[in-house]
């Protein structure tokens, strides 16, 4: 039977050699949700150059929302495939639009490349204190006209039967950090420009 999310309380105990004091008692109550994928997808408008970016909008009980803008993304199961298969099928479920796997550039690779601890999983930590998440970000760029903008902005999407009630939204890519309160959002954001000063992507 599959498990969902557990919460677990431990006993840990920080062990630094001094034996001068008790050793320190951390923490040790933990969300355990796995991992995940969010997707920073990139639209230019054939017509006037301008660029777009997609977001989901849906409610978010723990935060007390009913509408609240975020990446798409989705949680990455054990035995579900690669990272980049997981994130087009999310974009497939929550979007409606089908991307290969080859149009995905993952962000979070590509800034850990060259970390000197490679033990380290690759992904950002969204709330390590608390839960065992990492969050890998992809990002792709596609030119499509206006009338698809149209036809994507406030289209229903989501699986109804697994609690999903997702209306697409549209937004100018300039803007997009003023618009959502998503840390998966400024995360993306950040690392593409990054990796783009840098000349990584």
Known sequence: ?????????????????NTSHEPTVLPGI?????????MLVVLKCAEDGKLYSLLVDQARIPIGSASVLELPAGMIDPGTGTVAGVAAKEMKEECGITVKESDLID??????????DKTVPI??????????????IMYMERTVHQSELDAMNNRLAGLREEGEAITLRVVPYDNMWKLTPDAKAMCALFLLNELKKSGKV
């Open 30 to 38: 933990c969300f355990l949700r796995g991992n995940s994928v969010a």
């Open 107 to 116: 962000l979070t690779k590509l800034a850990h490349a060259d970390a000197e």
């Open 123 to 136: 992904g950002i930590a969204p709330s390590p204190g608390g839960c065992d998440e990492y969050i890998r």
């Open 1 to 17: 039977k599959r498990v969902g999310f557990v919460k677990i309380k431990s006993d840990c105990i920080l062990k630094d050699g």
